[in-house]
């Protein structure tokens, strides 16, 4: 009845099992598969499903499912059925699970044995950004990939699992070759490609490499005029999706561009701008990342139905705010206008619910409509927008344990991502587990030595952990790599300060308020540097400064183990019950929170 796994569960040597019921089937890396299409579960979600699947046919009482979840935490009568329905939600048909009265729960689906399912798995694909040679602009070859990625990741039967487009371009970036890359994420395919420019049109060159013997088994070619771009990426999709189905199947109209609008120049121009911008945006670099928001605002305002540049205008702000290359409040504005223009009954709208989350919670102080945000969108993928803001939440609301098994649960199909494992290093550094951060933040400095995200967060843990001298190190790297990058001044200070060099450590504090008369600083992380230098007034002034500002970083910075030197003092304990009122308000029903509310 169920696909058997002989080793224990408990390490990455020894996966879980795999389970078959319906048109479901559960990997035994944790992805839940409909047909060919991932459904997102969140950690708790997916723990119960397989106690489920474990015991099918049998109750499973409140009490195992409450254990199983929660261990020895204490939650209310009403965790269990509200974490049941949500997964109930989320599964076809939702009677798959029985509610049995007074006992608990009961999978009713009968489990498929491996002679009932398919011999062959879904073939992992891995898409890389595309070559570009002279003339070509230096954009255009991973946001091609990356449109194809998004396109095939929406199509609920597409005939490959697309692999996370983190892992696959940080691979790429090291100059490996698409056999490499695909042996490193254990793909069965990879899609690789050049860009070409002739004199009036592009020649794009795509072939698929079988991953098990090297082996080229097709090529494609196409050629578009260098202004007609609008629509490559569908017609590319939907030869590699016949080649795959051999021509069964085309990818349905909400996910291939109609191609008789790519002879509207408006339609053009707005493509060309969403693209340039969505590149722009993803680099990091204050001047590059504003450049992109203006691109996504021109692309928006020349066609207001391209939902993607809304929500990458929304995701665009929210980085920036994170970064602090934007004030919070002007970032959560930008996140509304993305979200009250894209016009009604357009599919795809959805995915604009996270960052519309993040202006309730950080802007709004409004939990109960950032949970209603994240609960409507539960069902969306992975992707790092997406987790990045799932993640962020948690850890603000010091659910630690839920951060971690979500960061976790997302390296498990993404494990190549450097935010998702320096988050994961910095998740452990909040929940006070000094040995793992260290050693996540190690590895992470390891795998990705020369990237920002890695040095951030190394930084501050090798500092606060006795290795300032080192941290000092990573912050100057980390200085050069990203100037203009408030939260690297911040962190240089802290290192100088734990290795007694207060002098330098306080010189960068003073530069940095002199350069908040001129601009937005974001200063959340300053208060470790002042609670280091025994300047607990300044600690406090600076984090009722990142409170007033709506910094995204604020509610982490009261658990960061760096500042417990405040705790017991009364202002650090009213920033504190600030975030207890917003929990206890989400626990009060509000009849006038809608969907509605919640999506404008």
């Not at 979600?45 to 397989?50: D, K, P």
């Not at 690789?192 to 494609?220: C, K, N, S, Y």
């Amino acid at each position: 009845m169920v696909w058997p796994k002989q080793n224990s569960p408990t390490s990455p040597e020894n996966p879980e099992s795999e389970f078959a019921f319906g048109n479901l089937r559960l990997n035994a890396d944790g992805t839940l598969l409909n047909g060919n299409a991932i459904v997102h579960l969140p950690p708790k979600e997916l723990a119960a499903l397989r106690l489920l699947l474990e015991h099918a046919g049998e109750v499973v009482t409140h009490q195992q499912l409450q254990k199983a979840l929660w261990g020895d935490v204490h939650v209310t009568a009403e965790s269990v059925p509200k974490c049941m329905s949500s997964l109930r939600e989320r599964l076809e048909p939702e009677q798959c699970i029985q509610t049995v009265y007074k006992r608990g729960y009961r999978l009713s689906s009968q489990l498929l044995d491996r002679e009932s399912t398919p011999s062959e798995r879904t073939p992992r694909l891995a898409v890389m950004p595309f070559a570009t040679g002279f003339n070509v602009p230096d954009y255009l070859g991973e946001a091609l990939a990356e449109e194809l990625i998004s396109l095939w990741t929406m199509e609920r039967f597409a005939p490959a699992l697309v692999l996370a487009r983190d892992s696959v371009f940080t691979l790429a970036s090291r100059r490996l070759t698409a056999q490499q890359v695909g042996e490193a994420l254990d793909a069965d395919l990879v899609l690789t490609g050049t860009i070409r420019a002739l004199p009036t049109h592009f020649r794009l060159r795509a072939e698929m490499i079988r991953i098990e013997d090297g082996t080229q088994i097709w090529v494609e070619e196409l050629f578009v005029a260098q202004d007609h771009l609008v629509g490559l990426e569908a017609e590319l999709a939907q030869r590699l999706f016949a080649r795959l189905n051999r021509g069964s199947i085309s990818l349905s109209a909400s996910a291939a561009p109609a191609r008789e609008t790519d002879n509207d120049p408006t339609r053009r121009e707005a493509h060309a701008m969403y693209l340039r911008g969505r590149h722009e945006w993803k680099t990091l670099q204050r001047q590059n990342m504003q450049q992109g928001v203006e691109h996504l605002q021109r692309a928006i305002e020349l066609d207001p139905t391209m939902v993607s540049a809304h929500v990458d205008l929304a995701n665009a702000c929210v980085l920036q705010a994170f970064y602090g290359f934007m004030p919070p409040t002007a970032a959560a504005s930008q996140v509304r206008f993305a979200a009250q223009s894209i016009p009604p009954e357009i599919e795809g709208a959805d995915a604009i619910l996270p960052a519309l989350g993040w202006v309730r919670f950080y802007s709004d102080h409004d939990l109960l409509g950032a949970l209603e945000a994240f609960s409507s969108s539960a069902h969306l993928p992975h992707d790092i927008s997406i987790t990045r803001l799932r993640t962020m939440i948690a850890l603000s609301r010091h659910r630690f344990s839920e951060a971690i098994d979500l960061l976790q649960a997302a390296l498990r199909i993404d494990p190549f991502s450097p935010w998702l494992n320096g988050r994961l290093a910095w998740a452990f550094h909040l929940a006070g587990y000094a040995k793992e951060s260290v050693e996540k933040a190690e590895r992470t400095l390891e795998q990705f030595p020369d990237h920002e995200v890695g040095n951030l967060y190394g930084a501050i843990i090798l500092a606060f952990n006795h290795d300032a001298e080192r941290a000092v190190t990573l912050a100057v790297n980390l200085a050069k790599s990203a100037p203009f990058f408030d939260i690297s001044m911040a962190v240089h200070a802290y290192a100088l300060a734990q290795m007694g060099r207060t002098g330098e450590a306080s010189a960068i504090l003073e530069r940095m308020q002199w350069l908040s008369r001129e601009r937005f600083v974001l200063n959340s992380f300053t208060p470790a540097v002042y609670v280091a230098l025994g300047d607990f007034d300044s600690a406090l002034a600076e984090l009722r400064a990142a409170a007033d500002a709506r910094c995204p970083w604020f509610f982490q910075m009261l658990a960061d183990p760096r500042l417990k030197p405040l705790h017991g003092l009364p202002d650090f304990a009213g920033m504190q019950q600030l975030l207890a009122n917003m929990e206890s308000a989400a626990e009060k029903p509000r009849s006038n929170h809608s969907f509605a509310n919640v999506s404008h």
